[in-house]
């Protein structure tokens, strides 16, 4: 029988507590499936400042099926993952985080749906053990953010732990854009979709790697990438504005003529001047953070560079990034 081959692919910062564990719990799942599968587990190392390089190195010193892939600095999850991507070499990826969040027991069942013909297999999180804020917020984001794009259906339960058939991971590798929101990636390429239910865990070991900024960030981010409704938003706005500022203007000058006014009115001056001021430069700051993501783009440098793969140097002349064949 011809073995399929699977790659789980495995993004880790700073994971030094919980990665050994990680990968008796992984082992315990995929050992009993050796004889169907073959396997590749895919480190990335994020540019870890304590011993993640090590460890993973330990593991592929005695287990020939992991594999990893050191960057040159730390760039974030968004980004490992596009390298992770680039060098991953199953017929499907699987990509699940160090923690243990993501019960590899999971893992089967998706390989199942995968076999009935499903290109994108998501974990779906029934149940999020975080705090009510934190479930509220992120609610609150992905129906705004849903609501904004047109392209685009996100929920909120789905994340990065997924099957991607090679069809979606070559889809997903041909969009190089630096600022990434993977998440809504996963949902403009198409394909066949399938959920799996799980119950999230608690981090096993370790800290959250994300921090509020950080958070910010990635959901600003989710927003430019798949909308430009903030823009239009702004000029519907300039466009109220106006009009009701034309309707008042008028309105006084039509109460002067017939009534007379003697000059008042000071505070209407005041609070218009600073409505319509912190007006402007919010719709300035909206155009900002398009701009300056048209910035980034536009220097078109390669998403990351690659420290070494499995020990032996990489040169950014034989970047991937550079040179994807599809
Ligand atoms: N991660 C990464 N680079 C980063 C931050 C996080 O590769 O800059 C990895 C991290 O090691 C973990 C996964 O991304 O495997 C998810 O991170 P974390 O558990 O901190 O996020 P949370 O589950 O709290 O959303
Ligand atoms: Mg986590």
């Known amino acids: 029988m011809n073995k399929k081959r699977v790659t789980l692919l495995v993004p880790a910062y700073n994971e030094e507590e919980v990665l050994p564990l990680f990968y008796n719990e992984l082992t315990k799942v995929i050992n009993p499936l050796e004889e169907y599968y073959e396997w590749e587990i895919l480190f990335i190392n994020d540019g870890s400042s304590d011993h993640t390089l090590d460890i993973i190195q330990e ?6 099926r992991v594999n990893y892939i050191d960057m040159s600095r730390n760039y974030g999850k968004e980004i490992g993952m596009l390298a992770g991507f680039d060098h991953a070499t199953g017929d499907c990826v699987i990509t699940l ?13 998706m390989l199942n ?3 009935e013909g499903y290109d994108d297999v998501y974990g779906r999180r029934c149940e999020r053990r975080q705090s009510v804020l934190k479930k509220a917020s992120s609610r ?6 849903a609501g904004m794009s047109t392209d685009i259906d996100l929920s909120a339960n789905s994340g990065d732990f997924r099957l991607l058939d090679r069809k979606c991971v070559d889809a997903i590798r041909a969009l190089r854009e630096t600022q990434r929101y ?5 949902e403009w390429i198409g394909f066949r979709k399938a ?3 799980y119950d999230i865990h608690k981090r096993a070991a370790g800290q959250s790697k994300w921090s509020v900024p950080a958070l910010m960030r990635l959901a600003v981010d989710g927003i430019t990438s798949h909308s430009v409704l903030p823009l239009r938003l702004a000029s519907y706005m300039g466009l109220t504005v106006s009009v009701a500022a034309f309707a008042y203007l008028a309105f006084v000058l039509v109460k002067a003529i017939l009534w007379g006014d003697p000059v008042s009115g000071y505070p209407t001056i005041v609070s218009l001047i600073l409505f319509l001021g912190g007006f402007i430069l919010l719709a300035l700051g909206i155009i900002g953070e398009y701009l300056g993501r048209i910035f980034l783009e536009t220097k078109q440098r390669p998403p990351y560079f690659v420290n070494s793969i499995n020990g032996k140097n990489h040169s950014a002349t034989d970047h991937k990034s550079t040179t994807i064949s599809l």
């Open 59 to 64: 593991l592929r010193y005695k287990d020939s």
């Open 97 to 109: 985080d160090a923690d243990l969040q993501e019960p590899p027991e999971i893992i089967p069942l």
């Open 113 to 115: 749906k995968w076999h």
């Open 140 to 145: 609150l984001y992905h129906r705004m953010l």
């Open 182 to 186: 993977t998440k809504g990636m996963y």
């Open 195 to 197: 959920p799996i239910d």
